[in-house]
């Protein structure tokens, strides 16, 4: 019974991923909300990725001299570690999770909103695909952005790595770089790009799937938007691991 | 013209409407009147293909827009408008900009033309001066009248509302009323309404459609409502003791127009 449940849902979610990815009635319009979602989604995303990005990368390099640091250890391990921790999980998967409740939750209660509302209704009526005009601008809006808030990201991190350095005196600056720049493989940031992507489609496709098909009021979105977010950072978790897997 | 033949529309085991046939004409102001959930805004959503019904059909002008293709039916759907009982503006886009909307999306026009056509609607529905407002920082008359500007804007030749004067006082709702009416009867359009508003039956009902728990129970125009022997409809409209006592007395008015007698004390609510 609940795997036909779960099977529904997934047919009804390709069903909508397909009308969303048919050729826009027309590009103008099509640009004009890629350009709005950009802003909305990405640019006003940066930040919350920015300061958060840098008091992790701050914690995880305090962290890493507190605890494995030691006098068996390099020197250049707690800039080593803080690097690969920063490129290979946060930036990408760990960043991704925060902003699927930023942005995840936004896209859900404004579509849902438009649906009780019924603005989806009228798009219809006038014999427009709601879905694709509606939804599509904001997937290609984040697919778009998410590698420059995963450069960001990874960038403002071994920023904050550098302020418990310059700042905090934690740890010698001359350590931290040399620990950056020890052993750089520049396939792990090409990672964090590519699980971005993914990631990116997820906190977009999944929100706006909850959104889309509300029933019902105010709490019907309300449940929605926390739906929203809570699968997509299931599902952000789920393929993590098998995209880990893929492309290590 | 549309033509509804046949219509049945079910949900699981309920039946909501009821082998329904009717004829709603061009130029003329049809209304769909029945109580709560008597089957009316199913029924519209049946006309406008937000619904499918069970069996039947939908003709407009002849053509079965039930069994139309998807794409027929979105061609088909440029030629209709539509008014939400709560106006369904786009929250995120000014008054022109909402009304500028299907021209941006189906017209051909340049953008000076475009924003002239949506002027002219605005213009025609009184609401000059409010093109850069916001539908959160208008009335709720104002909404309708953008939401039927935007429904004209590329010229339809079917209007559908859905209670139209729902959430309005009775002085904007006659405007709405009189304004959807001129609409009408200028742009020669199909229009129907569905409505719960009394006023708006007696003042342009020109073709009305009286559901009673999903099926048509009656059809004619508001003149024949003070007459009807039908105990349902006039149950329904006359609902008040103050409008079953006008009645009465319009009545007995017709009956005997030189008597004085005053209303029965008794029959006051």
Redesign the interface.
Known sequence: MIITKYLTILGRYLILMGRTFSVPERMRMFFKSYIKEMAQLGVNSIGIVLLISFFIGAVICIQMKLNIQSPWMPRWVSGYTTREIMLLEFSSSIMCLILAGKVGSNIASELGTMRVTQQIDALEIMGVNSASYLILPKIMGMLTLMPCLVTFSSATGILGAYATAYVGHVLPPDDLTIGLQHSFKPWFMYMSLIKSQFFAFIITSVPAFCGYTVEGGSVNVGKASTDAVVTSSVLILFSDVFLTQLLS | MIEVKNLYKSFEDKDVLKDINTVFEDGKTNLIIGQSGSGKTVLMKNL?G?LDPTSGQVLYDGRDFVAMSKSE??????E???I???A????SLTVLENVM??L???STMNLRERTKRAMDCLERVNLHGAEEKFPGEISGGMQKRVAIARAIALNPKYL?CDEPNSGLDPKTSLVIDDLLQDITREYNMTTIINTHDMNSVMGIGENIIFIYEGHKEWQGVSSQIMHSDNTRLTDFIFASDLLKNMRQLVLEKEADPFATAPLDPSRHG
């Open positions: 406008v937000l039916k979105v061609h088909m759907r440029r209709m408008g539509m939400f009982q709560s369904a503006l786009f929250d909307f299907p941006d999306m189906f559908f």
